[in-house]
């Protein structure tokens, strides 16, 4: 298997960087190396154009001496001057000896003809053409004559120096390629670091979340994406880490909430099977065990319960129905408890008739569990108070006692799982699952409405959760089924 020499984003990024740049610099010289050669080509043949000019001019004025200026003319311009007479005989004037090897090129009778039909018989535009040789060559031609003779006129140029001229280009080029892949090689590296090192500073808060340690936070610098990335993982591991020591904490009081009843049952049990508990006695503490059999049901149940509502598997059957009508039925199931415990009840409702859309079920529940606590932590002879009241599309519906009343440090937590502000466990007539408040809250925000809590202690507690005002659209519909989320 081929290796993968390119495993982390660092080393991509630092690769296509660092590539680009230099990329980019190479064609960019080398284009602009070839721009350069082509002008100068082009200047350079402008300038053989009015050397050539210049010959034809002193051999159509037929001067004795045309072959003395032709001569300082090839000399003066390290020039290749060559006239070819019409039957084919070439005259050349130059200095240098390198020339030898194109003067003592003669031109076949069809090269001579070719030559010859190509020129420009007015020689005002010359012909040119790059000549093979040991060195480069640019060659300008044009037809000549005078009163004497006729023949083509070719003057030719070392295009040596400005070959050179590109290849310094080309070399400087590749030179500043290098020290520029070099310098954005250290510039990448910076950047793809910068870049690269929050996520790696992730990846390691990460694997030490997955391995349950939710205290590792990742440094947040700036406002750029990584830094916003950062910042909400660093809030899903305090979320993350809350609801760890909520699960820990639930654990430990559904096993204590269990084990109580279960070993109390369990001596009771033993006592009457071993004979410790006489047979008489067996009504009394059979009673005992029942009790924490209910107990222990209504915990389960309750348990059940809220696992529905937050897992959504709980679908609410939404209708429209009277609020006020709902509080009166669920006040004869307390009856009896009241009469018991000599408390009054006080009903308020600011119009006869409330209604609300909402699951009647579910709002009967969170009323039963409310008004179930008002009677278990008011002492007797207390009254409580409940009222209704409309404002715009909101129901207020209010639950108050003259209780016992909730410390102020324990309110935030009275909807927590089994928060309770007694902390004792010993059995007491109020003890309960600490369950019943937090289903109340669960179900108040599964109709996308809110309860909140105000209490003293001593003074008493008053619970007020909203309801959606029934319109008159949905008063004439059925309602409608939605499911908890």
């Not at 005078?146 to 030719?156: Q, Y």
């Not at 310094?168 to 520029?180: D, G």
């Not at 510039?187 to 590792?216: K, L, W």
């Not at 309770?420 to 369950?435: D, F, I």
């Amino acid at each position: 298997m081929r290796k993968n020499r390119f495993r982390t984003i660092f080393s991509r990024m630092m690769f296509m960087q660092c590539t680009t740049v230099a990329v980019a610099i190479l064609l960019i010289g080398v284009v602009l190396a070839v721009i350069v050669y082509a002008g100068r080509i082009g200047e350079y043949g402008t300038q053989l154009n009015r050397y050539a000019q210049n010959a034809r001019a002193v051999i159509a004025s037929g001067a004795g001496d045309t072959e003395t200026h032709l001569k300082y003319l090839a000399q003066d311009n390290d020039l290749l001057i060559e006239r070819i007479g019409d039957h084919n005989n070439v005259t050349a004037y130059y200095a240098d000896t390198r020339w030898d090897a194109y003067a003592s090129q003669s031109l076949s009778d069809t090269a001579y003809s070719s030559v010859r039909a190509d020129a420009d018989p007015i020689g005002r535009t010359m012909r040119r053409y790059f000549r093979p040789g040991p060195f480069p060559v640019l060659t300008v031609y044009c037809t000549v004559e005078n009163d004497v003779a006729s023949g083509v006129l070719l003057v030719s140029g070392d295009l040596t120096p400005i070959r050179s001229q590109l290849g310094a280009m080309i070399l400087w080029t590749v030179l500043i390629s290098v020290f520029a892949l070099i310098g954005s090689g250290v510039v990448s590296y910076y950047t793809a670091y910068r870049v690269i090192n929050p996520f790696i500073e992730m990846n390691h808060a990460v694997q030490c979340y997955s391995r349950g340690d939710f205290s590792t936070r990742i440094p947040v610098e700036g406002r750029d994406e990584a830094a916003q990335l950062g910042k909400s993982l660093n809030e899903m591991a305090e979320q993350l880490r809350g609801l760890e020591d909520t699960r820990r904490s639930f654990v430990a009081n559904v096993s204590h909430e269990l084990r109580s009843p279960l070993t109390s049952m369990k001596g009771f049990l033993e006592a009457m099977q071993d004979g410790t508990i006489p047979p008489e006695n067996y009504p009394e503490y059979i009673g005992i065990v029942l009790n924490e059999t209910r107990r222990m049901v209504t915990l389960v149940n309750d348990l059940l319960d809220l696992a529905r509502i937050e897992s959504g598997t709980i679908q609410l059957n939404f209708e429209v129905f009277d609020i006020n009508e709902l509080i009166r039925r669920t006040l004869l199931t307390f009856e009896a408890r009241l009469v018991e415990n000599e408390m009054e009840m006080e009903v308020h409702f600011a119009q006869e008739q409330c209604t609300v859309f909402a699951d009647a079920t579910q709002i009967g529940q969170v009323l039963r569990n409310l008004i179930d606590n008002a009677i278990k932590y008011s002492p007797k002879g207390r009254a409580l108070f409940i009222s209704t009241y409309s404002m715009r599309k909101t129901v207020y519906v209010t639950v108050r006692d003259t209780g016992i009343g909730i410390p102020q440090e324990d309110v935030p937590h009275v909807f927590d799982r089994f928060y309770k502000v007694e902390k004792a466990h010993t059995p007491t007539p109020q003890m309960g699952s600490g369950l019943g408040l937090s289903i109340v809250k669960r179900i108040i925000e599964s109709h996308g409405q809110s309860i909140t809590v105000r209490s003293a202690r001593g003074r008493g507690t008053q619970f007020t959760f909203t309801l959606e005002r029934a319109s008159a659209a949905k008063r004439v519909t059925d309602g409608g089924k939605r499911n908890v989320s």
